[in-house]
């Protein structure tokens, strides 16, 4: 029963989200209808102590970041850089390669260092330049997004320095290079495969006479730029490639300038406590924060004029699409950290613990974890945490290498992590203007691809040994 309790949860919120309902109303009321059936004592407990501690944290560390994001996203369309960008890559690459084209871009932002959210508010806006060039309806723009910015660059390519990468360092006593070649060869695989899916997608609307969509039916549409000149391509993309390499440059500065942790007292007189700040946990997030604000001083400085004409109404909509995307993915984080403290859901741990092959165990383990907290972090996490000396000990009872197992936990959190109630999903649809029904569809088809790669790499290592 108590198991039943925590999928159906988990199926309500996936049919509401799927629906178009709002995630910010019915996750917290998913999460306590599962805390009612399971212990109705808990339900104010649950959502004051766990739920709204939980999203409130998130926004707390995150919101910033999703505010500069798009900021910086708003920005990058008003200037006309986006334009600039699209109208060189259509020179050349050919308009035929626009979907390969954004694929690129987001590669390099997030292997860049830059956060998926972040990557989806700056580069929204010149892909929906040049999927209107190009005439592919913009419900393929979240898939395109997704297979460039979820999968690969986000945890199979070796040495990303995203999260998901990250984790299993601690619990394995790897490095985020662990096992390059296995890591390698899935990326590839899901690069081919997922290409190969979403140019059957835009054919098949070609044939069909699917064109970009109807302006007046289409929502957050990016204001095209109006100004006849155009600016050149290389200064048109000279503040993503500020925004990756301050990036990564504010990741090694801010330790060393802050130490492991910082205190300050948050009163001149007075008896205050002093304020202290674990650095080691909060510098990524700095460093992507100050990296956002070089870019968005980089666009500023560059394109002054068409820039400061549209900046108060632009502006707005920025701050909009930040607190209504921000405000999804948190609802999501509480819904996730009520629905692992349930009893049900240490039921399906168990369970999963079960399967006897040691790497196929855990990439079981990991991706459903992930999706029914709809985190590939948060999932990945509770996994590993409850269980990853089980998974060391097996492995090491077969002579599997602990770099094997970071890089199939590693590309197993961002498998089926990706369900309708993810929370980066859910922002994706947000900052596209487009519902699950018309876009989902493709970003469940590269989720299904991202997960059978782990499962390639798996039967790569078991027939070739290679690591």
């Not at 109705?40 to 409130?56: C, E, Y």
């Not at 930040?322 to 984080?333: D, G, P, R, W």
């Not at 199939?408 to 109630?421: K, N």
Request: charged share 10%; aromatic share 10%; glycine share 10%.
């Amino acid at each position: 029963m108590e198991f039943l309790i925590v999928l159906g949860a988990l199926c309500f919120l996936m049919f509401v989200a799927y629906r178009g309902y709002s995630v910010i109303l019915f996750a917290p009321i998913a999460a306590l209808g599962a805390v009612l059936l399971t212990d109705p004592g808990l339900v104010a407990p649950m959502f004051t102590g766990l739920f709204m501690d939980k999203m409130v944290g998130f926004i707390k560390l995150y919101f910033p970041v999703f505010l500069l994001g798009a900021i910086f996203g708003k920005l990058i369309e008003l200037s006309g850089f986006s334009k600039s960008i699209v109208a060189a890559t259509i020179r050349l690459l050919g308009a035929q390669r626009a979907m390969l084209s954004i694929v690129v871009v987001c590669a390099l932002l997030t292997y860049g260092g830059v956060s998926l959210f972040v990557v989806v508010f700056a580069v929204y806006p010149f892909a929906a330049e040049l999927f209107r060039q190009s005439d592919i309806p913009k419900r393929l723009i979240p898939g395109t997004i997704a297979l460039g910015a979820f999968t690969f660059t986000m945890d199979a390519l070796p040495g990303t320095p995203q999260i998901q990468n990250i984790i299993p360092t601690a619990f394995f006593g790897t490095n985020s290079w662990a096992a390059p070649v296995l890591g390698t060869l899935g990326g590839i695989f899901i690069l081919v495969l997922g290409m190969a899916y979403l140019e059957s997608r835009r054919r098949k609307a070609a044939r069909a006479g699917e064109g970009y969509g109807d302006p007046a039916s289409l929502v957050n549409e990016p204001a095209p730029f109006t100004d006849d000149r155009l600016a050149n391509p290389w200064l048109a993309i000279l503040p993503l490639v500020l925004v990756g390499v301050s990036n990564k440059l504010f990741t090694l500065w801010i330790p060393r300038v802050y130490g492991q942790t910082h205190s300050f007292d948050p009163a001149v007189v007075g008896d205050a406590a002093p304020v202290v700040q674990e650095v080691s946990k909060i510098a990524a997030i700095w460093a992507v924060e100050a990296a956002l604000l070089v870019g968005i001083l980089s666009v500023i400085a560059l394109a002054w004029k068409p820039v400061t004409a549209r900046f108060a109404e632009g502006s707005k909509s920025a701050v909009g699409g930040a607190l209504l995307a921000s405000m999804n993915t948190a609802s999501e984080y509480g819904f996730g950290a009520v629905i692992a403290a349930l009893p049900g859901f240490l039921i399906v741990a168990n369970a999963l613990g079960s399967i006897p092959n040691p790497l196929v165990n855990e990439a079981v383990t990991v991706t459903a974890l992930a999706g029914i907290t709809g985190s590939a972090s948060g999932g990945m996490s509770i996994a590993l945490a409850a269980m990853a000396d089980t998974f060391i000990a097996n492995a090491n009872a077969a002579g599997i290498p602990m770099e094997v197992l970071h890089r199939v936990a590693a590309m197993a959190s961002g498998g089926m992590d990706t369900l309708p109630h993810n929370g980066a999903v859910i922002t994706l649809l947000a900052v596209t203007g487009l519902t699950h029904r018309q876009a989902y569809k493709d970003v469940f088809a590269i989720t299904i691809i991202k997960t059978l790669a782990v499962f390639f790499i798996i039967g790569v290592f078991y027939a070739t040994g290679l690591v």
